[in-house]
């Protein structure tokens, strides 16, 4: 694998997050589902915490009259977002840092009819994700959707969740032993590159090794979406770890 084979860098990350998320693609299907049921097949999305491009690249698949804007900050995952979308004139990749209180105004547009995420928020604590959902609700038009599809634990349930942690790391390590990549394995694999050796060297400046935020519940969620300013808020699919909740402005 090359640092300019732009598709390689792509299956290869979705692999490595499908290792931890095996009903990842179930998650995004259902996600584009209520895209479409709600704001119909050419909605303009703002990709938030993009990554390399996953949601836009599944957005795009299902709906070719679509358009993107990826917004994110780790230059490793961008570089091959860009590379991977090149000549798209669909999609726009926009560099911000979400916790910077001007990152909206980086954007090529005011309104949107449907914000996505996936597996990207959890980094930041509570309190600069309400900010961040106050920020989100102001881009959606009314009748838009924002969603969020990410690590959310309801803490009122400890057996449970330790049952699920347990059962999700033995599969974790069956398939680690048929070859696998795993996060750390992956970002050793790209600073080897010679494309993507200097970007991922800044990414890892930006953000470390790794952070977490506090992962609230789905509960808080649709509370903290609701007072931001949306309409209504719900989960709309969920795995014994997992939600994805939805908001309608």
Known sequence: MTGTDWADWQQSWDRQQEWYMPDREERFRVMLD????????????????????????????RFPEATSTGVDLDPALLAIAEG???????????????KDPAWAARLPHDSYDAVLTATALHWLHSEPLATLYGQVAGLVR???????????????????????????HARMDREKATGVL????????????PVLAEPTAR??????????????????????????????ARVVWGSPSDSLVLAVK
């Open 84 to 98: 991977y979308f090149d000549g798209d004139e669909r999609v726009t990749f926009v560099t911000a840092d979400l």
């Open 203 to 232: 990414r890892f400046e930006i953000y470390g090794e790794h952070a977490d935020g506090d992962t609230p519940s789905a509960g808080w969620h649709a509370d903290t979406l609701r007072s931001a300013g949306f309409g209504e």
């Open 182 to 193: 795993d996060w750390a394995e992956w970002w050793a694999l790209a600073a080897k590159d």
């Open 34 to 61: 209520m895209v479409e049921g709600l704001v119909g097949p050419k909605p303009r999305v703002l990709d938030l915490a993009c990554g390399t491009g996953s949601i836009t690249d599944r957005l795009l698949r």
């Open 142 to 168: 009314d009748g838009g959707v924002f969603m969020n599809a990410d690590h959310m634990i309801d803490r009122a349930t400890p057996r449970i969740n330790a049952a699920e942690r347990a059962q999700r």
